[in-house]
T-cell receptor, first 111, second 115 residues
Framework: GENVEQHPSTLSVQEGDSAVIKCTYS??????FPWYKQELGKGPQLIID?????GEKKDQRIAVTLNKTAKHFSLHITETQPEDSAVYFC??????????FGKGTRLSVIA | GEEVAQTPKHLVRGEGQKAKLYCAPI?????VFWYQQVLKNEFKFLIS????????ETGMPKERFSAKCLPNSPCSLEIQATKLEDSAVYFC?????????????FGEGSWLTVV
């Protein structure tokens, strides 16, 4: 089955700097890669996703890149703000199989 | 509704007691998913439904755990004879389609503490 590795487990950045979180997956058949943000005591919220027919997707300060050959995908947050502080999860699925999540990255944005 | 509604928000059970959690998916969503999140943040898939039919139960523990999605009722996840290691946040999620088709929306979770 699919296995998703996520790094780093914790990340601290100064406000205004960029943050990058990386994930690798094992199943070459995976074709959908969402990123979720989870704030303390809340459920995960989708922030961006990418499908395997696309290499990059951007939404304001957030971007995701996908390298199918290397089987890795990354989340980029630019101009970080304190409200970006949360735990971020990557996930992967090949369509009919459950979403498999990485173990999360705790991002702290220091004002 | 416009969000996945989970109840109760918090539940405390003594070891050996039963726990039952409920989930109302977003209106119009035919897929429901249950995940368990333990203290180290890891998400473990339990089971999914397409309407009232089990879609995928590969993550469901063979003993003590059961789930249902009946027409015109909230979906439910039941744990018989709870154990300390069942303490976790249980998330329900829903979607228009199987994973990978459309966005999967999560509820706020039900925090189960077994003492």
């Amino acid at each position: 089955g699919e296995n998703v590795e996520q790094h780093p487990s914790t990340l601290s950045v100064q406000e205004g700097d960029s943050a990058v979180i990386k994930c690798t997956y094992s199943d070459s058949a995976s074709n959908y890669f969402p990123w979720y943000k989870q704030e303390l005591g809340k459920g995960p919220q989708l922030i961006i996703d990418i499908r395997s027919n696309v290499g990059e997707k951007k939404d304001q300060r957030i971007a995701v890149t996908l390298n199918k050959t290397a089987k890795h995908f990354s989340l980029h947050i630019t101009e970080t703000q304190p409200e970006d502080s949360a735990v971020y999860f990557c996930a992967a699925t090949q369509g009919n199989t459950p979403l498999v999540f990485g173990k999360g990255t705790r991002l702290s944005v220091i004002a | 509704g416009e969000e996945v509604a989970q109840t109760p928000k918090h539940l405390v059970r003594g070891e050996g007691q039963k726990a039952k959690l409920y989930c109302a998916p977003i209106k119009g969503h035919s897929y429901v998913f249950w995940y368990q999140q333990v203290l180290k943040n890891e998400f473990k898939f339990l089971i999914s439904f397409q309407n009232e039919n089990v879609f995928d139960e590969t993550g469901m523990p063979k003993e003590r755990f059961s789930a249902k999605c009946l027409p015109n009722s909230p979906c439910s996840l039941e744990i018989q004879a709870t154990k300390l290691e069942d303490s976790a946040v249980y998330f329900c999620a829903s979607s228009h389609s199987p994973p990978g088709g459309n966005t999967i929306y999560f509820g706020e979770g039900s925090w189960l503490t077994v003492v």
